[in-house]
């Protein structure tokens, strides 16, 4: 792949709008301009295990303009890197971040509604004593870390084309659920929004109803409500409500609750064992269901 492939995507007229957007355009003649910064660490994001002469090296046979990327040291780039910072990088990605499924993609639709994955990771952060202050990671039982600081992400994205529609960094101590609270303005009607255990949870649940969208997410044993009713399919109706503890803080955060969830659990062998999914798809005749 060539790394030309960057300014097709992130164009020069996106890259510099972004750049003036937060006013990190140079005030005098610079080695490292801020442009080529931003394709620079496009790049180290292209080639992560790569060090930064690798990327260098790539990146001067692939970019105009990039050859004065040669002539400097690492710790001009770091200082260049700081310069930047992260809003420009950010406007960026909220730029181009979004739907590419057609209705001829494959494995992009089931019955109707567009099929979303939302998922959760961490990335290890370089040992530095600034990562260090700012960003924690694991630690053992009695509080002492171990190993390298860590971020933590959730991405919403569609599983047709893998496409990135929204994510959330957060640090490693963040709840990957209460970051997906903050993607769940990406989805909406004729959305299905897929997830793993976790995830669930009647503030959840509400968080990607309310834009319309439908869920399909795999509960853990204590998630499965109170029985309501049972289906013809053999899935069943359950209901949950959120504790008052619950309840009392999404009210003072702006995000009132309702005062129960309905939901559909369908039961399904794994390993031999019994696991189950939570959908807010109801009626399992209907399309979607």
């Given amino acids: ?47 992560a295990r790569e060090s930064y002469g690798e990327v260098l090296r790539v990146l001067t046979s692939g970019i105009p303009g990039s050859r004065a990327l040669a002539r400097v040291n690492r710790s001009s780039l770091c200082r260049a890197r700081s310069r930047l910072g992260e809003d420009v990088l950010e406007t960026l990605f909220r730029e181009v971040a979004g739907p ?43 509080g002492i870390p171990f190993g390298f600081s860590q971020v933590r992400v959730v991405v919403l994205a569609e599983i047709g084309t893998h496409g990135v529609l929204d994510a959330r960094l957060g640090g490693y101590r963040d709840g990957e659920r209460s970051l997906a609270y903050q993607l769940a303005g990406s989805s909406g009607s004729g959305d299905l929004v897929i997830a793993d255990r976790g995830f669930w949870s009647v503030e959840f649940a509400h968080a990607f109803t309310v834009t319309g969208a439908d869920l399909l997410v795999r509960l853990q044993s204590n998630h499965l409500g109170t029985l309501q009713e049972e289906l013809p ?11 008052k503890e619950v309840r009392l803080r999404a009210g003072r955060e702006g995000r009132p609750l309702p005062r129960h969830t309905i939901y559909r659990v369908i039961t399904f062998m794994k390993d031999d064992k019994a696991a189950f999914l939570g959908t807010t798809l109801l009626n399992p005749e209907l399309p979607g269901g």
């Fill in 100 to 142: 590419l499924a057609t209705p001829d993609t494959p494995g992009a639709w089931w019955r109707g509604p567009r099929l979303l994955a939302l998922d959760g990771t961490q990335f290890d952060l370089p040992d530095s004593v600034s990562n260090g202050k700012t960003s924690d990671g694991p630690s053992t039982t009695g």
């Fill in 233 to 243: 399919d053999g899935s069943y109706l359950s209901i949950a409500r959120p504790g």
């Fill in 1 to 47: 792949m060539r790394i030309g492939i960057l300014t097709k995507v992130f164009t020069a007229e996106l890259v510099d709008a972004a750049i003036a957007k937060h006013d990190r355009a140079e005030q005098r003649r610079r080695l490292l301009p801020a442009r080529l910064v931003v394709y620079f660490v496009l790049a180290l994001c292209l080639f």
